[in-house]
């Protein structure tokens, strides 16, 4: 395949994703299927996350080197022009690969009349030092204003961490491989590895890595997992053979975790999408843990349809929200978050909070995660649910886990590395 034609392909998604409202994810997993070599598929997804993470500064050049605003006719030129920035800027590559195919990439999408005009933006890319912009200014102005209440101190850092990419978190599979010995694994692949203090099953790349890339990834020995994902473990800690339910699994890698952790678990995995439960099960079979869960497509919200009555031990939460804590991973989230979806976010979460705990035996407990950052789907949602609950109290959470916030604790995006998450460990008297 042509430079060129990877860079159609890069911008054909970013078109989607910024002026169609569609998910990066799906779009992604449209177009890279088609292309053949896998340095194109990698180069296309490297740009368009890159163009999207900073938007804010790219749409900032646009702005001062184009005298009249592109029309909306011309989506398809910004998503290029942006693709081309980020060649440049995020992406470093040599000056005349980037310039080179996407302006040839203009031509390819009948653009040839204003190829001049993309090849003039470029180079002067190339030339000058990129226009300044905060990064808070790619956040939407309801949910910018949000953050920077809830978190004077911290709302700068949380917008500056969203813009960068994360680093690659690797969960290893403690059946199948030791952690020491993966690590000697991935150096003979020439791929270095930190140990995370405090985790069990950790390591941490600074770079990121494809999947192919990672020795023993078919096999089962690892998957890629967010530390902040990963302390979901730590924090439900179930007990040997315990009942579990995970009420909201895919795609399903804390259910491998917690499986991983201790095979005797009696796992019942839920979730409402039954193509995504797929993926559960497709996870679960790579980790050789297929047998390992009962997996149920059922809505968590209404268990009369698919719960047996028998209650579990624990139960894990990890609740449908915001996301607004992966921002660096899912960088379309600030383009299709609305303020009127926080409202129903949240209802969903009480009607999941309020059915897992009916099925939860006395004495047992009840993890409520999410990937946000904010407090209404957060320490709020959680101090409601401890108020209308009587029989519900709330268990201490460490340091591990993040700072105090309300009944639980919580990350911030690029704290120690990790995403964006909250915790609360809930007991039934």
């Known amino acids: ?13 970013l078109h989607a994703v910024l002026h169609r409202g569609r998910s990066l994810k799906a779009e992604l997993a449209g ?12 180069l296309v997804e490297a740009i368009c996350f890159a163009a999207l993470r900073q938007r804010a500064r790219y749409d900032a050049a ?58 003039a933006l470029l180079r002067r890319a190339l030339r000058e030092t990129l226009p300044q912009a905060e990064a808070a200014d790619a956040w939407p102005a309801w949910l910018r204003e949000r953050v920077r209440a809830e978190w004077q101190a911290e709302a700068g850092a949380i917008f500056a961490a969203s813009a960068f990419p994360a680093p690659t978190w690797l969960r290893i599979n403690a059946r199948r491989a030791a952690r020491d010995e993966y690590a000697a694994q991935l150096l003979e692949a ?32 690892v998957s890629i997992q967010d530390g902040a994902a990963q302390r979901v473990a ?6 040997p053979g315990a009942r579990v339910l995970d009420a909201c699994a895919a795609p399903g890698g804390k259910t491998a975790h917690l499986l991983e952790r201790d095979p005797s678990l009696a796992l019942t995995a839920v979730d409402s999408d039954e193509k995504r439960l797929r993926k559960v099960a497709e996870t679960l079979a790579r980790l050789r843990l297929g047998d390992g869960a009962v997996l149920r497509a059922g809505d968590a919200s209404k268990p009369d349809a698919w719960w047996d ?35 129903a976010v949240v209802a969903l979460q009480t009607r999941l909070l309020d059915a897992a705990w009916t099925m939860l035996r006395p004495g047992g407990v009840l993890l409520y995660a999410t990937c946000s950052i904010l407090k209404a789907e957060n320490e709020t949602q959680v101090a409601q649910f401890l108020a209308r609950t009587p029989d519900a109290s709330a268990d201490a959470l460490d340091e591990r886990f993040g700072r105090i916030a309300g009944h639980g604790r919580q990350r911030l995006p690029g704290e120690e590395g990790m995403d964006g998450f909250y915790y609360a460990r809930l007991r039934k008297a």
Do not use: Y
């Open 31 to 42: 177009a890279l299927p088609k292309l053949e070599d896998a340095r194109d598929r990698a």
């Open 234 to 239: 730590d924090a439900l800690s179930p007990p």
């Open 62 to 119: 646009l702005k001062a080197w184009i005298a009249k605003p592109l029309p909306k006719r011309d989506g398809e030129l910004r998503a290029l022009l942006l693709a081309g920035f980020a060649q440049i800027d995020a992406l470093g590559l040599p000056a005349h690969a980037a310039v080179d195919a996407t302006v040839e990439a203009a031509r390819s999408l009948g653009r040839a009349h204003q190829a001049g005009m993309v090849n």
């Open 1 to 13: 395949m042509s430079g060129a034609a990877s860079r159609v392909a890069a911008a054909r998604v």
């Open 190 to 221: 020439g791929i270095e590895a930190a140990v995370p203090e405090g985790f069990a099953d950790a390591l941490r790349l600074d770079g990121s890595v494809s999947v192919a890339a990672l020795p023993g990834f078919a096999a089962g020995a």
């Open 309 to 343: 009555g028998a209650a579990f031990d624990a139960i894990l939460l990890d609740a449908p929200c915001s996301a607004t804590g992966i921002v660096r991973r899912q960088p379309d989230i600030l383009l299709h978050r609305r303020e009127s979806d926080l409202a």
